[in-house]
């Protein structure tokens, strides 16, 4: 099926755009009334996610309500360790909890490298639905967490301040830590690859936790591990480059090895300057990012100065996918998140015109 926005695609690739793109992370979230109508709908969060049909239709609300130029697939980063066989709980106000977490370099023997057909087939039943409901109005993007990221949450048993176990096994049983972290990039692989032959054209590895550690630790339980994903995804499908985007919060350090990871795209998170990133890796990748997510917070002509900026900042080039720096928080007004897509559509024109 011909797309009838392709805008996304050909920025992920550095080829020309009419106008900058624009989604963002959790654009499918409970800042909207209709995400927040279809979850209580769905019973909880967790029942959202293993739902396909109400999956996808959270998945296509923020296309009929922003006009994003990609969707992104409604799920969560912790499906995967559950399809491993770990037990996985979201509590009213707890977020997420594994009751029984990782202690031990026997328990992490004990985890299968899962099938995702078979293991998270809800996944690809909604992945095929999504894309039925967009009927190529734009792009579909899958993703998962990093292997580090995963491991995070499987060690600690759930979100954590100080990361104090799953650095204590890193530090004093690396080899059981790589030997987790192995099994989790080929899991996610396996799992990146199954959202592409279900349809998926683009897919992003959110590594959320990467920018805990140190530069020798990042690169060595982190962006190895990612790389590895990398190097076994399946990079074309339907006759076209599936691109894929490399994300690390707070890893704004590291871009060069980043990129020379392998990625089409590097997301940024807001912490650096998008005229420095493009100096240091622009030329290589794309780059997506990269608005203060509070920013969504101020008046709407403030969100739109701030647009302006950071397309001032990249400037008349190719290559910028338009997205905040982290994922939109829940109580940020509708018409703030209404009006930070209309100022990437109404701003970016005039830097691409030839």
């Known amino acids: 099926m011909k797309l009838k926005n392709d805008l996304f695609l050909r920025a992920c690739l550095r080829q020309d755009v009419e106008r900058t793109p624009v989604w963002m992370m959790r654009q499918a979230g409970r800042y909207l009334p209709e995400y927040r109508e279809t979850r209580r709908r769905a019973g909880g969060f967790l029942d959202l996610c293993k739902n396909p049909e109400l999956a996808c239709e959270v998945t296509v609300q923020p296309i009929d309500i922003l006009g994003a130029d990609a969707a992104i697939l409604f799920s969560d980063i912790l499906v995967v360790p559950e399809a491993m066989g770990m037990e996985l709980t979201f509590g009213a106000g707890e977020g997420p909890r594994f009751p029984q977490p990782i202690r031990s370099r026997r328990d992490i023997e004990r985890l299968p490298v899962p099938d995702p057909e078979e293991k998270l087939d809800y996944v690809m039943a909604a992945v095929r639905a999504i894309r039925k409901a967009l009927n190529g109005r734009v792009p579909l993007i899958g993703f998962s967490g990093s292997p580090w990221t995963l491991a995070t949450y499987m060690v600690e048993g759930g979100g954590s301040k100080n990361f104090s176990k799953v650095k204590a096994m890193m530090f004093n049983e690396p080899s059981a830590m790589h030997l987790l972290l192995e099994k989790l990039a080929d899991s996610v692989a396996a799992y990146l690859n199954a959202q592409i032959a279900n349809g998926v054209q683009a897919v992003q590895i959110f590594d959320t936790w990467g920018g805990i550690l140190t530069t020798r630790d990042y690169k060595e339980f982190s962006l190895a591990y990612m790389q590895r994903v990398i190097e076994?995804?399946?990079?074309?499908?339907?006759?076209?480059?599936?691109?894929?985007?490399?994300?690390?919060?707070?890893?704004?350090?590291?871009?060069?090895?980043?990129?020379?990871?392998?990625?089409?795209?590097?997301?940024?998170?807001?912490?650096?300057?998008?005229?420095?990133?493009?100096?240091?890796?622009?030329?290589?990748?794309?780059?997506?990012?990269?608005?203060?997510?509070?920013?969504?917070?101020?008046?709407?002509?403030?969100?739109?100065?701030?647009?302006?900026?950071?397309?001032?900042?990249?400037?008349?080039?190719?290559?910028?996918?338009?997205n905040l720096g982290h994922g939109i928080t829940p109580d940020v007004p509708k018409e703030h998140a209404v009006a930070f897509f209309q100022a990437v559509r109404e701003e970016s024109p005039r830097f691409h015109r030839r």
């Open 232 to 322: 076994q995804l399946q990079r074309e499908s339907e006759g076209r480059r599936v691109p894929v985007i490399l994300y690390t919060k707070g890893g704004m350090g590291w871009l060069e090895a980043m990129a020379d990871a392998g990625p089409d795209v590097v997301g940024l998170d807001w912490t650096i300057d998008i005229d420095k990133a493009r100096m240091l890796i622009g030329d290589r990748v794309a780059l997506q990012g990269n608005m203060d997510p509070t920013m969504l917070y101020a008046k709407p002509e403030r969100i739109r100065q701030e647009v302006r900026d950071i397309l001032e900042k990249f400037g008349p080039h190719n290559g910028h996918v338009f």
